[in-house]
């Protein structure tokens, strides 16, 4: 093996090196734990009334099919002031954010309407 061929088989080997191993499976790990480890919580008036895990969740929605009918129940139950938020180990604060701002944006349509119809 000449110096050149060395050179080059010591980059493949340097480049292999610094790829990341395993992000699929890692991401694939992380996801599962995540649906393992925190809950769905559904409150009404600041009452918590059902606290369900995300892994039973998952798995209702995508045997039964129901997750558009989910989607449209739970878009209905916001202008009811039904909240939804994540709890557990994570806590998933992005996630807790939306679902805040899924809310206020109900009651601010819902408020709106009602001025309108006061009118």
């Given amino acids: 093996m000449n110096v050149e061929e060395q050179l080059i088989e010591a980059e493949k080997a340097r480049t292999q090196e610094e790829r990341p191993r395993g992000g699929f499976r890692r991401a694939l790990k992380n996801f599962f734990r995540i649906l393992r480890d925190n809950s769905l919580i559904v409150s009404r008036n600041k009452k918590e009334f059902v606290r369900l895990p995300l892994w039973i969740l998952a798995i209702v929605l995508l045997i039964t099919g129901l997750w558009k009918l989910a989607i449209v129940v739970v878009i209905i139950s916001l202008f009811f002031q039904v909240r939804y938020s994540f709890g557990g180990k994570d806590q ?20 709106e309407f009602q001025n309108k119809t006061e009118a």
């Fill in 92 to 111: 998933l604060p992005e996630a807790n954010e939306f679902m805040e701002k899924a809310g206020n944006a109900a009651d601010h349509i819902k408020e």
